[in-house]
């Protein structure tokens, strides 16, 4: 059994950088940042219920893997196979009910990345505590520094990573309109198939690393080309989320928006310079009632960027009137 001194430090030390990654997704969506209670129950279902299920399901399965032959059989049927797919599942399955039961917070494929992101460090929190608890519990102590480094440095990114991508695909099936709107459910199941051969190959290359170092070279060189690769998508999504708000904000000008509004909507950089003058000037309320007032703008830029892709709602209409109105005011 281990000690109470074990399980809080192996739960301290994974839920810190856990929490450090998550606070940097969340400011990667710059433009239109998505509900703080939504990132916690996404956070929540990657650390409690998501791996719970992932648990349950690998150990029900472990019985006709461990009737193969050899361990390497062993080894690449359950990590390299049951694993990355009863995971991904689970994780994915929280992006599906959040896209289904609030379905209007998902505009874009960064908002995917940011939801599918949270989950994952959620999940990789929760796993990383229990490895610790596990190696504390063996007697590992003198390890304990390496196999930190390697799981929250190293590794540290890769099941945000995998949830990423099925978010990317659950972002895209929101955004896409034309011909392609009507397949737009190919996008998460695409997303998932890709998450899965990411984590497949991760896997695989950790259980031949004991006898071929170059399979470890493979496992680091997927995931972090991998991350690399949302980077440039993240980077991407901006300059659309930049895009979408200066067409949809500059009808407003004149009447709804000042045209140093409009300039400071469209351009990050102004915004941040100016919440940091309005703080300097008249203190954290006065920099938050800002921060509120731009968040409106981009509301509304955002709102008749989907009125513009689904057609006209009485709904749609209605939030529009209301977030302009609340900006005259």
Do not use: C
């Not at 009863?86 to 939801?115: H, M, P, Q, W």
């Not at 980077?231 to 140093?260: D, F, K, M, N």
């Amino acid at each position: 059994v281990p000690s109470p001194g074990a399980i809080l430090l192996s739960l301290v030390v994974a839920f810190i950088p856990a929490l450090g990654y998550t606070l940097l997704v969340w400011w990667l969506d710059r433009y239109e940042r998505e509900p703080f209670r939504l990132l916690v129950i996404a956070f929540f279902w990657g650390a409690v219920p998501a791996i719970a299920l992932a648990i349950l399901l690998e150990y029900r399965l472990g019985d006709p893997f461990a009737a193969l032959e050899t361990v390497l059989l062993r080894e690449f049927g359950m990590d390299s196979l049951a694993v990355p797919v009863l995971e991904e599942l689970t994780k994915g399955l929280a992006l599906l009910l959040l896209f289904l039961l609030v379905r209007n917070e998902f505009d874009t494929v960064l908002d995917g990345i940011v939801y599918g992101a949270v989950i994952g460090f959620g999940f990789a929190m929760t796993e990383n505590a229990l490895y610790f608890i596990d190696l504390l519990r063996r007697g590992g102590a003198d390890q304990f520094t390496n196999v930190v480094m390697l799981r929250l440095l190293l590794f540290g990114l890769n099941h945000a990573f995998y949830s990423a991508i099925v978010g990317a695909g659950f972002g895209l099936a929101a955004e896409v309109t034309g011909p392609l709107r009507r397949w737009r459910w190919l996008f998460p199941l695409l997303g998932l198939l890709l998450a899965i051969a990411f984590h497949s190959v991760h896997n695989l290359g950790m259980a031949l690393a004991a006898t071929n170092r170059a399979a470890l070279l493979i496992a680091i060189l997927a995931n972090w080309g991998g991350v690399f690769l949302l980077v440039v998508i993240v980077l991407l999504a901006w300059e659309e989320e930049r895009q979408w708000i200066a067409i949809e904000l500059w009808p407003e000008v004149g009447t709804t928006l000042t045209p140093e509004e409009y300039a400071t909507a469209t351009s990050y950089g102004q915004r941040l310079g100016l919440w940091v003058s309005v703080w300097r000037q008249g203190g954290w309320r006065q920099a938050q009632r800002s921060s509120r007032h731009h968040s409106l703008i981009t509301e509304l830029a955002f709102l008749k960027h989907r009125l513009r892709n689904t057609g006209p709602t009485p709904k749609l209409e209605a939030q529009i009137d209301q977030v302009r109105s609340q900006l005259q005011t």
